[in-house]
């Protein structure tokens, strides 16, 4: 079974702090993807990638930043974290040529 | 733009009961999923739906795609305790998945 784990599965931080969100896939995947998730909203894709070094804008990727430097590592960054910000935080995995998504467990990130 | 919207948002029904998830898009796709969330859990892959009359089953839950008409279906066949959850369908479209805002389904005992 693919595995697909995030660094924390809850989070507190100040406002105004650097967060950094880690996800890690084992099943060699290419692409990966960040998303929020908020209630009434579903899934919100922030960024995603489908190399190492490389990423693409999703549609809510203000306020954050991606690192990619290994294929099986994607993290997100929070530069400046805002209470806006608090939310549930999904990575996902799936290889190219649209595979099915594989979803970590995810991160709740309250921001005070 | 793709939107994808589901109806209804949230749902209680009583066990035994026939139930159905909507889930319509706004521009043409050939690939459609449904994914189950459990509360506090992270998303799980039900479906993948590739073709327009396309119909996948397991248990008591069937998906079924029109592409035409832009609408996939989740019935709920007999419904048990163990099937609530929140069910997310989600589009393909440009290199990404777009998400429906999910349907919460209570069912009672």
Known sequence: ???VTQSSRYLVKRTGEKVFLECVQDMDHENMFWYRQDPGLGLRLIYFSYDVK??????IPEGYSVSREKKERFSLILESASTNQTSMYLCASSFPEKGTQNFGPGTR???T | ELKVEQNPLFLSMQEGKNYTIYC???TTSDRLYWYRQDPGKS???LFVLLSNGAVKQEGRLMASLDTKARLSTLHITAAVH???ATYFCAVEGAQKLVFGQGTRLTINP
Request: net charge negative.
């Open chain 1, 109 to 111: 990130l309250t921001v």
């Open chain 2, 43 to 45: 998303l799980e892959s």
């Open chain 2, 24 to 26: 319509n898009y706004s």
């Open chain 1, 54 to 59: 490389m990423k693409e804008k999703g549609d």
């Open chain 1, 1 to 3: 079974d693919v595995k």
């Open chain 2, 82 to 84: 163990d099937l609530s």
